[in-house]
């Protein structure tokens, strides 16, 4: 079946560094989706990319989709600590009903 | 709050006993999605609904889970004879078709002891 693999598992870094997180999908997908979920909470929605190589910024967010549909990544500018929680990617593969969710990466910002 | 609701929001059970978790979506999503999440771990799929039809049910998901959504509105999911390993945080989500955002409940989280 689909896999989902997102890196790394953890991330710890001091406010105002940079940050990424990585997903790979053994399919391909006809749209990724990113998601937050602070600690304690639930699955929020970030945004979604649909299109090959696609580009998409949120003020300090970044989110990139592969020109193979098969991976993507996330990039925070200058962390602080309110971007505290576990990002995950979930995407379908084509003409799939449902999405399969990475295992997240989660995010520790030191003040 | 028109988001998605979960009932109960916790439930402790003995190994064995029966337990239904109920989701109100969000009311003009017509899809619904169950999903599974462990400490570490992404939500894992159980399973899916096009307003009352359910189209797709994960492989991992033994005969003891059944869900439903009888009107096309709110859905129940059941776990019979449960185990200490169906203690987990058990997630609902909504969305308007199926290339469109999911909008995730509070979650029900359930302890079997």
């Known amino acids: 079946g689909q896999q989902v693999m997102q890196i790394p598992q953890y991330q710890h870094v001091q406010e105002g560094e940079d940050f990424t997180t990585y997903c790979n999908s053994s399919?391909?997908?006809?749209?990724i989706q990113w998601y937050k979920q602070r600690p304690g909470g639930h699955p929020v929605f970030l945004i979604q990319?649909?299109?090959?190589?696609e580009v998409k910024k949120q003020k300090r967010l970044t989110f990139q989709f592969g020109e193979a549909k098969k991976n993507s990544s996330l990039h925070i500018t200058a962390t602080q600590t309110t971007d505290v929680g576990t990002y995950f990617c979930a995407g379908p593969r084509e003409r799939a009903g449902k999405s399969t969710f990475g295992d997240g990466t989660t995010l520790t910002v030191k003040p | 709050d028109t988001g998605v609701s979960q009932n109960p929001r916790h439930k402790i059970t003995k190994r064995g006993q029966n337990v239904t978790f109920r989701c109100d979506p969000i009311s003009e999503h017509n899809r619904l999605y169950w999903y599974r999440q462990t400490l570490g771990q992404g939500p894992e799929f159980l399973t899916y609904?096009?307003?009352?039809?359910?189209?797709?049910k994960s492989r991992l998901l033994s005969d003891r889970f059944s869900a439903e959504r009888p009107k096309g509105s709110f859905s129940t999911l059941e776990i019979q004879r449960t185990e200490q390993g169906d203690s987990a945080m058990y997630l609902c989500?909504?969305?308007?078709?199926?290339?469109?955002?999911?909008?995730f409940g509070p979650g029900t989280r359930l302890t079997v002891l």
């Open positions: 609904f096009q307003n009352e039809a359910q189209l797709e």
């Open positions: 990319l649909v299109k090959s190589g």
């Open positions: 399919t391909t997908l006809s749209n």
């Open positions: 989500a909504s969305s308007m078709g199926p290339n469109n955002e999911q909008f």
